[in-house]
């Protein structure tokens, strides 16, 4: 099992940036696909980006793709989310997840609490 906890959401204007991080509990962190994944108000929960165990297999949403880079550091259990080029439309909470495959059509079991990440036009 694993406890996951995210940092760095905030308020930031549009074209800016933002690094999110999550921290995970427990020693099978490399154990674990990590992902990250947001809800919008109104919205469903939809897919960010997630990566494989060692980082060797990433997807990225194509609402995302180019301005997002997801890291890890199995070292240090934690996962990174890195978003420039902000967009209104980027609003959202983020949750920071773990399941067993990098393919995010996959189940993720493990959720963290969420960090609000809100782009000001």
């Known amino acids: 099992q694993v406890q996951l906890v995210e940092s760095g959401g905030g308020l930031v204007q549009a074209g800016g940036s933002l690094r999110l991080s999550c921290e995970a509990s427990?020693?099978?962190?490399?154990?674990?696909?990590m992902g990250w994944f947001r809800q919008a108000p109104g919205k469903e929960r939809e897919f960010v980006a997630t990566l494989s165990r060692w980082g060797g297999n990433i997807y990225y949403a194509d609402s995302v793709k180019g301005r997002a880079t997801i890291s890890r550091d199995n070292a240090k259990n934690t996962v990174k989310l890195q978003m420039n080029s902000l967009k209104p439309e980027d609003t959202a909470v983020y949750y920071c997840a773990a399941g067993n495959y990098s393919d995010p059509r996959t189940p993720y079991n493990y959720w963290g609490q969420g960090t609000q990440v809100t782009v000001s036009s």
């Open positions: 427990g020693r099978t962190f490399s154990s674990y696909a």
